[in-house]
């Protein structure tokens, strides 16, 4: 709908430019298109054999384990914001220890491998795969420094009260624990996974479901994110980028991760965008940094933090995101 009315906007201000401008934001959507195919296959896939099951399973055992097998995984599982609120609710309810968790949640939001083909398409591969490995050293970041903090003694209970979160999630009236989640909740964790899912009629008929949905989801998202970068790229001078996140040195970086912040763009939306900013002078490393910031702080991902968590808690999962963003994008400035 808002792609239509940018374009219906264009037609009636700017008519000269409406033809250039549609034609410049298909060839990117086409050049992207067979990295989405690819990535709905893949999370249709992961749906129907039931995979994210495994996912619980990682916060077992020791510590040490839970944190960083919980920060791989949280940059492979497939799952949105929505559905990780009623797995952590149930982790948090069964006692699972915080730094783990925090672990999780920094590196979810962060890059799954729908989002990994995406922003490869948009930005290439060094770039995703770059970000792919920054997601996983934030959460084991993140997990380390809230254990420091809490061995400190300045982080207690970190889950809120029922009054405080009334229990309340996006798919469930109650919380799901890790052992009864059922697919309401888009996992059930009690079963293994089928591999073989189209041998099973029910499976290969949420198979479709999925790559329709998730299909008319991403082309939805990804059609309107290269609008976006049409219009920046044509209206947007180079030098104001240029001169406000372009050059070298670590404030760049800092202002790319403050504006990424407040941008709340969530992983798909956000690689063209970014392309098209780099496009008119952002540095590699601002990139970075915007598109951390960015997805960390997306509304879904801080609803999910603050619904479950003390604020307290949540203040440290902004500061590590925001940490992680400005060091990332630093880093990523001297290897690219």
């Given at each position: 709908?808002?792609?239509?009315?940018?374009?219906?906007?264009i037609?009636?201000?700017?008519?000269?430019?409406?033809?250039?401008?549609?034609?410049?934001?298909?060839?990117?959507?086409?050049?992207?298109?067979?990295?989405?195919?690819?990535?709905?296959?893949?999370?249709?896939?992961?749906?129907?054999?039931?995979a994210?099951?495994?996912?619980a399973?990682?916060?077992?055992?020791?510590?040490?384990?839970?944190?960083?097998?919980?920060?791989?995984?949280?940059g492979?599982?497939?799952f949105c914001?929505?559905?990780?609120i009623?797995?952590?609710?149930?982790?948090?309810?069964?006692?699972?220890p915080?730094p783990?968790?925090?672990?999780?949640?920094?590196?979810?939001p962060?890059?799954?491998?729908?989002?990994?083909?995406?922003?490869?398409?948009?930005?290439?591969?060094?770039?995703?795969?770059?970000?792919?490995?920054?997601?996983?050293?934030i959460?084991?970041?993140?997990?380390?420094?809230?254990?420091?903090?809490?061995a400190?003694?300045y982080?207690?209970?970190?889950?809120?009260?029922?009054?405080?979160?009334?229990?309340?999630?996006?798919?469930?009236?109650?919380?799901?624990?890790?052992?009864?989640?059922?697919?309401?909740?888009?996992?059930?964790n009690?079963?293994?996974?089928?591999?073989?899912?189209?041998?099973?009629?029910?499976?290969?008929?949420h198979f479709?479901?999925e790559?329709?949905?998730?299909?008319?989801?991403?082309?939805?998202?990804?059609f309107?994110?290269?609008?976006l970068?049409s219009?920046?790229?044509?209206?947007?001078?180079?030098?104001?980028?240029?001169s406000?996140v372009?050059?070298?040195?670590?404030?760049?970086?800092?202002?790319?991760?403050?504006?990424?912040?407040?941008?709340?763009l969530?992983?798909y939306?956000?690689?063209?965008?970014?392309?098209?900013?780099?496009?008119?002078?952002?540095?590699?490393?601002?990139?970075?940094?915007?598109?951390?910031?960015?997805?960390?702080?997306?509304?879904?991902?801080?609803?999910?933090?603050?619904?479950?968590?003390?604020?307290?808690?949540?203040?440290?999962?902004?500061?590590?995101?925001?940490?992680?963003?400005?060091?990332s994008?630093?880093?990523?400035?001297?290897?690219?």
């Amino acid at each position: 709908m808002f792609v239509f009315v940018i374009f219906a906007a264009i037609a009636l201000l700017d008519i000269d430019q409406l033809i250039p401008l549609s034609t410049l934001t298909l060839v990117n959507l086409g050049h992207t298109s067979v990295y989405m195919a690819i990535a709905v296959l893949l999370l249709a896939g992961i749906k129907a054999t039931g995979a994210e099951a495994i996912v619980a399973s990682i916060f077992k055992g020791r510590e040490h384990r839970m944190i960083f097998l919980a920060a791989l995984v949280g940059g492979l599982a497939p799952f949105c914001s929505c559905e990780v609120i009623p797995f952590i609710a149930g982790l948090l309810a069964l006692g699972t220890p915080l730094p783990p968790i925090m672990a999780f949640w920094l590196s979810s939001p962060l890059i799954d491998p729908p989002t990994l083909l995406i922003t490869a398409g948009a930005l290439g591969w060094k770039f995703a795969i770059s970000k792919a490995i920054f997601a996983v050293v934030i959460g084991i970041f993140g997990g380390y420094a809230v254990k420091f903090i809490m061995a400190l003694g300045y982080v207690g209970n970190p889950q809120k009260t029922l009054d405080e979160s009334n229990n309340q999630t996006c798919c469930s009236k109650e919380p799901c624990m890790p052992d009864s989640c059922s697919d309401e909740c888009g996992t059930n964790n009690n079963q293994s996974p089928v591999w073989l899912f189209w041998k099973e009629k029910a499976r290969l008929s949420h198979f479709f479901e999925e790559f329709k949905s998730n299909g008319l989801f991403l082309l939805k998202w990804m059609f309107f994110a290269y609008t976006l970068e049409s219009l920046m790229i044509h209206y947007v001078p180079a030098q104001l980028i240029a001169s406000v996140v372009g050059g070298e040195g670590i404030l760049p970086i800092i202002l790319s991760a403050l504006v990424g912040v407040p941008a709340y763009l969530n992983s798909y939306i956000a690689p063209p965008i970014v392309s098209g900013l780099m496009s008119q002078g952002m540095s590699v490393g601002s990139g970075m940094a915007f598109i951390v910031a960015g997805a960390i702080s997306s509304i879904p991902a801080m609803t999910a933090v603050y619904a479950l968590v003390r604020k307290q808690v949540f203040g440290l999962y902004v500061l590590l995101g925001f940490s992680g963003a400005v060091l990332s994008g630093f880093v990523y400035s001297f290897i690219a």
